[in-house]
């Protein structure tokens, strides 16, 4: 069953296995309308998502669930470039002007996450129209 993956309007992500667009849209009907011209779901071919346990559970953590209080740690490699590239280009534009390894770089760290904020704005109000060339239309590799 494939995996698809869902930018909607405001910038969120989803991610769901379905056994097609169709049947993607449905699962994701608790979450939004998927078929929404805002939304962009895609098929997905590969998947990677690491998480990490933490040492202490924390004051914002859900008590309410039986799982261990897992943190999200990054998306693997392939997944990650899909997203930053073709999900959140604003974004990725501005993260990869900022060189955080530059002690002299001419972004100061408060500076730089202000622009990171900005991109993040973006982001939140950006929609592609349907008849854009730019619009996510297929992740990379093939689908099984």
């Known amino acids: 069953m494939p995996l698809y993956l869902c930018r909607w309007p405001n910038g969120d992500l989803s991610i769901v296995y379905a056994s097609d667009e169709e049947d993607a849209a449905m699962r994701l ?19 990677a998502m690491h998480f990490k346990l933490p040492e202490k559970i924390g004051e914002k953590t859900d ?30 534009t501005a993260a990869m002007k900022i060189d955080f390894d530059d002690k002299e770089a001419p972004t100061s760290p408060k500076q730089a996450i202000e622009e990171l904020n900005e991109a993040l704005s973006a982001e939140k109000e950006r929609l592609w129209p349907k008849d854009d060339s730019s619009r996510p239309h297929r992740a990379p590799g093939r689908v099984m």
């Open 29 to 47: 009907e608790e979450v939004g309308d998927a078929e929404d011209p805002g939304a962009i779901l895609v098929p997905f071919p590969e998947f």
């Open 63 to 92: 008590l309410d669930t039986l799982l261990p209080p897992f943190e999200f740690e990054h998306f693997g490699e392939e997944m990650q470039d899909f997203l930053s590239k073709q999900f959140y280009p604003e974004f990725y």
